[in-house]
Nanobody, 125 residues
Framework: QVQLVESGGGLVQAGDSLRLSCVAS????????ITWFRQAPGKEREAVSC????????ENADSVKGRFTISRDNAKNTVHLQMNSLKPEDTAVYYC??????????????????WGQGTQVTVSS
């Protein structure tokens, strides 16, 4: 079965850290650029961080720069999102998505091949 599964969400306090994981099954992530999205209630979905399949370059949205770090471990078919200095406004459901591409971008829109089911992140003040 081809799928992406996110994990690592939870309830934390402002200033805390969380590490999200996105594990692929049924396919290998080597040729896929991966983007983490989030969607808060009543808000549009936002791309927050992505990592390319080629050189491993990354891009972060301005809202998370300096706080979130994306990384990939192709041997484990996994992408992580390390989130530090969390703020209440980071509260959202976080999704990972995969697309066959060398490069990635958090700007614009594109069609992704696979999406995960999401993991809830709640940051209390």
């Amino acid at each position: 079965q081809v799928q992406l599964v996110e994990s690592g969400g939870g309830l934390v306090q402002a200033g805390d850290s969380l590490r999200l994981s996105c594990v692929a099954s049924g396919f290998t992530l080597d040729d896929y650029a991966i983007t983490w999205f989030r969607q808060a209630p009543g808000k549009e979905r936002e791309a927050v961080s992505c990592i390319s399949s080629g050189d491993g370059s990354t891009e972060n949205a301005d809202s998370v720069k300096g706080r979130f770090t994306i990384s990939r471990d192709n041997a484990k078919n996994t992408v992580h999102l390390q989130m530090n200095s969390l703020k209440p406004e980071d509260t959202a459901v976080y999704y990972c998505a995969a697309v066959v591409d060398y490069y990635c971008s958090v700007q614009g829109s594109r069609l992704y091949d696979y999406w995960g089911q999401g993991t809830q992140v709640t940051v209390s003040s």
